[in-house]
């Protein structure tokens, strides 16, 4: 792996070689190791790297790009050439924008660990036999997928800046299936010490074995408590209607909605940088440092995504970043949302979640590896799945409770939520 | 590059491995965005890499590099014999193998009549700015955006059967898409025809400036359109919808690796089980459906899969009875079947390849002079659907629904308005069970599939599906929340 300096230099280097105008080059470097686990034993295990560039021209607003991972002198120059050649013979671009000036970054939490870039395929077989042992003491088949892996970004561009960043991650995932039900985990973090395969696997196996001989259900309108992984499920369309001129062009469900409250009180969804159990990049689009946003303050939807074009282009500051997205929660447990719920559906896990309006952002899917009824504030039985057919905007207008927001991906922070009229609109058998 | 497999496979070899093979995969891509009138990305990209696969005591290993000396060849050879080692940790309650396979030394090239890398780039932009600035004159619309994607793909596989192959294809792959803004409505209408194994002479046939005049007016359409109606009627499909509705529940249940359990934790496992081979009424008697990786254009027909296997045309259901699968190499011998059918794919050199959708499409109804008006005309009461939209499937490929991009009403045996936000939900094995009446060979139209995801990490693979006109009975429509 190229250190910061070294790869300062080549980017220069590679800039040097531009006789047009403006430029911008961006380098990425990963390692990976990848185990997959099926049916509890290895099924595929790889590892490698790769690192490339990708340059951008332009004369005037005549741009073009190129992308190569041969990263040898006369490789580059050829990567020059071919991205002039195309920028010449462009037709000009009116939303084009230049390279910005050189930027402050601001030293950001901690992202890179030795810990995770140290991982050897023998260190994931260890965890891999970990979870497939807990499974198999039970009678359960385990499958997941066991990936540690560093990585480098950084940008560079005609006006002098340089921005860089280096990050570990270890990403675990295990489902457990018994002959009817299942279950599903998963821990991703920058540090090794952060992540228990052996913590994993008993959370999958926990949910898998109470998820047996499910009953069924009638479709219908419920009171649901989602656990935050079904909450980041449900929202994961939510960043891409957050265009500020897709909005204003009237496309998408925030059209017009800026300054309206558009869910309950209790939402706040921002994205934050300075958290230490999410950190982030230090720069974003072009190479612009990130900063804090407040997207929705108690219910109320105060600002949409805004690019560098459309930003300049509404006399506001441009977006940096989107993700990560956090959701405030209350200071409460999954548990005692279970305990306070009358009657209602326990959610863990959604799957194949599609648009059936897009501009309402009304969604199906299916709920998938643990699904369970809830009465008196108790789990009484494990649930045969249901199809849903919901927006993301009435499943946080509806809300009851919240939990406190934890880490579920490296994309975002969020609470369980229980909310109520959420419509589940047919059976599927599948287990 | 034979100096370089050699090697690689030596080592291999040298460490016991019952099998290996390395691929060296070298890319061109081009692509060329336009979003409104904003030319937003036009590019080349050139990716060259390598993979070595060994099998030793039955556990695999792989490993990748970008850089091709003898120096790194052995490094990359010796780090999947030690990845190999790893996997015995945890093995297999049977020490996987590979199904036998001949030898084959050969160079194939795909059908490509006008290269597409070196059309200008200018004249794709100004193709797409055309078509995106035909849409956007049209009042109503709030957006176009228009995608021109060439990849030239360039693989070697060696392995220790003896193989050494040598196999260029291209594929070419173009988007065009006019959202419209009605009051409150919003709503799409896309290019349907997919993409193709192809160069540059798809583009001129497909005329998407020519046909972007309609995309915008049929948008503005279903704005205006009434919402789904609800209740038990029959479904008329184009071939295009069709091509994702097979796709999902005919091209993924019958891949081996989800029916073993090997996708369990992301794309999930399948209700189709080995023994339903020659058992499972799959369909009505009219459904047949066909694996052909020789299909010309297919985006499948890769000559030889990346397990060595040279790709071949095959029954899948027939007369309504699934009669076989999509295998590889490793999974075969795991439900007593000696060989492989070819569909073992990965997307680039850093993935391991996986069972993968081949080139898979429905046959043509037995009367050709069966018209898709005909279908209309026997139908009381339904939905004719054109195109791809919604589609969401369980994880044992058993519930599903879908939408579609253009939908119109049937009454009385004709269309008699359009629709919106139709969507239909069935189960695999009742909806194709319902189907009785497909159209003639001539209305038989393939559709290239660029982006199916599978596997973990993720790989995303193409596949050619096609189909006639069907009609379906009975079918649950409109049950989403509107």
């Avoid at chain 1, 340059?55 to 580059?76: E, F, P, V, W």
Wanted: hydrophobic share 35%; aromatic share 8%.
């Amino acid at each position: 792996m190229r250190e910061k300096d070294e790869i300062k230099n080549l980017l220069n280097n590679v800039l040097a070689k531009v006789s047009a105008p403006e430029a911008q080059i961006v380098y990425h470097f990963a390692s990976n190791l990848a185990s997959r686990l099926g049916e509890n034993a290895i099924t595929q295990n790889m590892g490698g790297e790769e690192e490339y560039v990708r340059l951008s021209i332009a004369y005037g607003k005549k741009c073009g790009s190129s992308i190569t991972n041969k990263l040898d002198d006369k490789s580059l120059t050829k990567l020059v050439e071919r991205a002039e050649g195309i920028a010449k013979d462009s037709p000009e671009d009116p939303e084009y924008m230049p390279p910005i000036k050189p930027q402050e970054y601001s030293d950001m939490p901690q992202r890179f660990f030795d810990d995770v870039a140290k991982f050897t395929p023998d260190d994931i077989a260890e965890d891999i036999l970990k979870t497939a042992t807990i499974a198999k003491e039970k009678g359960l088949k385990a499958s997941g997928l066991f990936e540690a892996g560093c990585a480098t970004a950084a940008l560079a561009n005609s006006e002098g800046l340089f921005a860089f960043d280096k990050y570990s991650n270890l990403e675990y995932s295990t489902t457990m299936h018994g002959q009817n039900g299942s279950g599903f985990a998963s821990e991703n973090n920058e540090s090794a010490k952060r992540v228990d395969a052996e913590r994993m696997a008993r959370t999958a196996l926990e949910t898998a074995i109470a998820a047996q001989n499910p009953k069924e259900i009638e479709p219908g309108d419920y009171t649901v408590i989602f656990e935050p992984r079904a909450v980041l499920d449900m929202l994961s369309f939510f960043p891409w209607n957050m265009s500020a001129r897709d909005a204003e062009e009237g496309s998408t469900v925030f059209a017009g909605k800026v300054g309206q409250k558009i869910f309950s009180d209790k939402v706040n969804i921002t994205t934050e940088i300075d958290d230490p159990e999410l950190p982030v990049s230090p720069f974003g689009e072009d190479g612009l440092p990130v900063r804090r946003t407040v997207w929705v303050k108690d219910g109320v939807l105060q600002r949409l995504h805004h690019n560098r074009y459309w930003a300049a282009q509404k006399g506001t500051e441009p977006d940096p970043i989107l993700y990560p997205l956090f959701i405030t929660g209350e200071d409460r447990s999954v548990e005692e949302l279970i305990a306070d719920c009358d009657k209602g559906l326990l959610v863990k896990r959604l799957w194949y979640i599609r648009y059936v309006d897009r501009k309402e952002m009304l969604l199906t899917g299916m709920t998938r590896d643990g699904f369970f009824l809830i009465e008196n504030g108790k789990i009484v039985a494990p649930l045969k799945n249901l199809r849903f057919n919901e927006s993301p905007m009435v499943f946080l207008s509806n809300i009851v409770e919240m939990s406190r927001p934890e880490r579920v991906d490296d994309w975002a922070k969020v609470p369980g939520i229980m909310s109520e009229n959420f419509t589940f609109s047919s059976k599927t058998e599948s287990l | 590059m034979k100096e370089y497999t050699d090697l690689a496979l030596d080592i291999a070899r040298s460490a016991g491995a019952h099998f290996a093979d390395m691929r060296i995969v070298e890319e061109q891509q081009n692509r060329v965005y336009v979003r409104r009138r904003s030319l937003k990305l036009i590019d080349e990209t050139e990716t060259f890499g390598y993979a070595v696969r060994v099998l030793i005591n039955g556990a695999w290993g792989f490993a990748s590099n970008t850089i091709l000396n003898k120096d790194n060849v052995a490094k990359t050879a010796e780090t999947a014999i030690a990845i190999a080692k790893a996997s015995a940790k945890v093995p297999k309650d049977v020490p996987a193998e590979m199904a036998h396979e001949d030898s084959y030394i050969d160079t194939c090239v795909g059908p490509c009549e006008e290269d597409p890398f070196k059309i200008p780039n200018s004249e794709k932009a100004e193709l797409l700015l055309s078509a995106c600035d035909t849409i956007l004159n049209v009042p109503g619309i709030a957006m176009a955006w228009g995608l021109l994607q060439f990849v030239k793909m360039h693989r070697i596989i060696a392995n220790t059967d003896g193989s050494y192959l040598d196999l260029t294809n291209y594929f070419t792959n173009p988007s065009l898409n006019a959202v419209a803004v009605v009051g409150n409505e919003s709503q799409d209408r896309s290019y349907q025809g997919g993409a193709r194994q192809a160069g540059y002479e798809f583009i001129r046939e497909i005329d998407l400036v020519g046909n972007a005049k309609k995309l915008a007016e049929e948008a503005l359409i279903k704005c205006k359109a009434e919402d789904c109606p609800v209740g038990i009627m029959d479904l008329v499909l184009d071939p295009m919808h069709l091509a994702l509705t097979m796709h999902e529940s005919v091209g993924h249940p019958t891949e081996l690796d989800r029916i073993l359990g090997w996708e369990a934790n992301m794309a999930g496992r399948s209700f189709v089980k080995p023994e339903h081979v020659k058992n499972l009424t799959y369909g009505s008697e009219l459904v047949n459906f066909t694996v052909n990786n020789t299909l010309e254009g297919g985006l499948g027909s890769w000559f030889y899969d990346d397990d060595g296997v040279k790709m071949k045309k095959f029954p899948m259901i027939k007369d309504g009875v699934l009669v076989n699968l999509g295998t590889t190499r490793e999974t075969v011998p795991l439900i007593g079947w000696e060989r492989s059918n070819g569909c073992c794919r990965s997307d680039d050199f850093t993935h391991f390849p996986i069972n993968r959708i081949p080139n898979l499409y429905m046959e043509p109804g037995p009367d050709d002079n069966i018209t898709p008006d005909d279908l209309i005309a026997g139908v009381d009461k339904g939905i004719y659907i054109e195109g791809q939209g919604s589609f969401s499937i369980d994880q044992m490929r058993n519930n599903f629904q879908f939408g579609g991009d253009m939908f119109w009403m049937i009454e009385g045996g004709k269309k008699t308005k359009p629709l919106k936000k139709v969507t239909y939900q069935a189960q695999t094995t009742q909806f194709w069970g319902s189907c009785d009446g497909i159209a003639g060979k001539k209305f038989w139209r393939p559709h290239g599939v660029m982006n199916c995801g599978k596997g973990e990490p993720m790989q995303v693979m193409r596949m050619t599906h096609g189909a006639s006109y069907t009609r379906f009975r009975n079918i649950n429509v409109g049950g989403a929340k509107l």
